[in-house]
C-alpha cells in the first residue's frame, strides 16, 4: 500500500489516511516508508508489551539517531533499562513534582501577563510562541538546573532536533539542510550537558543531572552515556508537552462549549486534556524491528529484521475499543489511550506533562477564556504531530 503520511492533506489532518490503513486489514506494507502498519489498539499494545521479538528500532536508517545507543529509550534489556530509568524515577511521581506547581504557575503566567495584555489590546497572538513551546522547555531545563539564560539556546537546539522528526522520506539525507541544522543542535546538547556533567561531579546539586551522575549505575556510566540519558530527558520533557498544549489550545477554541464547561467545572480539566491526547494525539507512531527470527501477527507473515510503525495514534481513534472515536467527547466512558506510549517504554514523564498541561490550560481559562482562532492552524509530522503556528484573538 502506499501511503504518503507527509502529505499537506495528511499532515493537517491525518484520520483519513488513517481509516484508509485500517479499512486494509491490521497489518498494511506502506510502500513508501518501507515498513509494515499496526493500526488495532488490542495489536498496538501487544506489540508494544513483547520485547523479546519486537525491538526498539535503534536507528533509522533513513534519518538522524536523536539520542544515542545508551539512552534508556532504546534500551530491550528490562533490568537495564529498568535500572537506568528507576535514576529518575521518584524524581517524576506525583508527590516529589507537586512541589513544581508553583513554579510551573509562575512561568506560566509570566508569559501569559505578556500574551494578555497584547489579546487585549486587539492584537492576534501565537500561541505556540507566546506560551506553549517554551513553558515545558523551561520547567524540564529547572529540573536538569539549566540556568536560566540558557533556557531559550535550549528550546532552540530541541526545535532543530525535533523537525528531523517529521521529516518526509524525501528528505532523509545528509545534504539536507535541516538534516545538518538538527546534527548540529544535536551535537550542541552534547557539548553543554557533557560540560555540565564534569561541573556537577565536582558541584553536586539537587538537580537531575547531579542525580545520574552521583547515583548507583552513574558509577558505572561513562559521560557519553549519562549525556545521552540526559539529553534524552531534555528533548522528551519538553517536545511532547509543547505539542500537547498546543493541541488543547486548537480543539478548545474549536469547541467553545466544551471549554466553558470546563472554565465552570474545573474538575472536568483532566479529563478534557486526556481526551484531547486521544483524540489529537501527538505520538503518532513509534518504530519496531522483528528479532528472533520469522514471525505470524494475525495472519501476515514478518520476517527477522522486517520494521515495523506501530500505530499509537490509529490505536486511540479505535471502534473497538472507543465508542464513536472520531467524536471529542470529554464525557465519554474513561478507558486508558496510548498517547503516552505503552509497557516498559511508556512515557517517564507522564505525571508532570499532565501537571503542566492542567496548569497552564487552567490559567488561560482563568485569564484569557474567550480566546478564538485567528489564522491557519500548521502542523508537524505523523510521528511527532503538533500545531506549529495557533494564532488566537480574543472574541
Not at 126 to 143: F, G, K, N, Q, T
Not at 203 to 222: A, C, F, M, R
Not at 308 to 320: C, F, I, K, L, Q
Not at 344 to 369: F, K, N, W, Y
Amino acid at each position: 500500500m502506499d501511503i504518503d503520511l507527509y502529505s499537506p492533506d495528511a499532515l493537517k489532518s491525518p484520520w483519513p489516511t488513517v481509516e484508509r490503513i485500517r479499512e486494509e486489514g491490521p497489518v498494511v506494507y506502506n510502500d513508501q516508508m518501507q515498513r509494515w502498519m499496526i493500526t488495532p489498539d488490542r495489536l498496538v499494545r501487544r506489540v508494544l508489551m513483547n520485547y523479546e521479538r519486537f525491538t526498539v528500532e535503534k536507528k533509522r536508517e533513513e534519518g538522524p539517531s536523536l539520542f544515542g545507543p545508551d539512552a534508556f529509550i532504546g534500551i530491550d534489556d528490562k533490568e537495564r533499562h529498568d535500572a537506568l530509568r528507576g535514576v529518575w524515577s521518584i524524581a517524576f511521581q506525583r508527590a516529589s513534582l507537586e512541589r513544581l506547581r508553583g513554579v510551573i504557575t509562575e512561568i506560566a503566567d509570566r508569559m501569559l501577563n505578556t500574551m494578555e495584555a497584547r489579546l487585549r489590546d486587539g492584537e492576534t497572538v501565537d500561541s505556540i510562541r507566546e506560551l506553549c513551546r517554551d513553558l515545558p522547555a523551561y520547567v524540564i531545563a529547572h529540573m536538569l538546573g539549566v540556568p536560566s539564560d540558557m533556557r531559550p539556546k535550549i528550546v532552540e537546539w530541541s526545535d532543530l532536533m525535533g523537525a528531523a522528526v517529521g521529516f518526509p522520506p524525501s528528505e532523509w539525507r545528509p545534504e539536507n539542510p535541516a538534516w545538518v541544522a538538527a546534527e548540529t543542535a544535536r551535537q550542541n546538547i552534547a557539548k553543554y550537558i557533557l560540560e555540565q556533567i564534569d561541573y556537577r561531579r565536582r558541584n553536586p546539586g539537587d538537580d537531575l543531572i547531579s542525580q545520574i551522575v552521583h547515583s548507583e549505575i552513574g558509577k558505572t556510566l561513562t559521560d557519553q552515556a549519562i549525556m545521552e540519558n540526559s539529553r534524552q530527558l531534555l528533548f522528551a520533557g519538553n517536545e511532547t508537552t509543547a505539542k500537547w498544549l498546543g493541541h488543547c489550545m486548537v480543539v478548545l477554541a474549536q469547541h467553545p462549549d466544551v471549554r466553558e464547561e470546563v472554565r465552570l467545572d474545573r474538575e472536568l480539566l483532566p479529563v478534557a486534556v486526556e481526551e484531547i491526547m486521544r483524540w489529537e494525539p501527538v505520538v503518532g507512531t513509534t518504530f519496531r524491528s522483528v528479532r528472533g527470527g520469522d514471525i505470524e501477527v494475525e495472519g501476515t507473515l514478518l520476517r527477522d529484521g522486517d520494521r515495523m510503525m506501530v500505530m499509537t495514534g490509529a490505536a486511540n481513534r479505535d471502534s473497538e475499543r472507543y465508542v464513536d472515536p472520531g467524536k471529542f467527547n470529554i464525557h465519554r466512558e474513561f478507558k486508558a489511550n496510548l498517547g503516552f506510549g505503552y509497557g516498559m517504554h511508556s512515557c517517564l514523564g507522564v505525571t508532570l506533562a499532565r501537571l503542566e498541561t492542567q496548569i497552564t490550560i487552567g490559567r488561560v481559562l482563568d485569564r484569557i477564556p474567550n480566546f478564538a482562532l485567528a489564522g491557519e492552524v500548521t502542523y508537524s509530522s505523523f510521528q511527532l504531530r503538533g500545531p506549529q503556528t495557533v494564532p488566537i484573538r480574543l472574541q
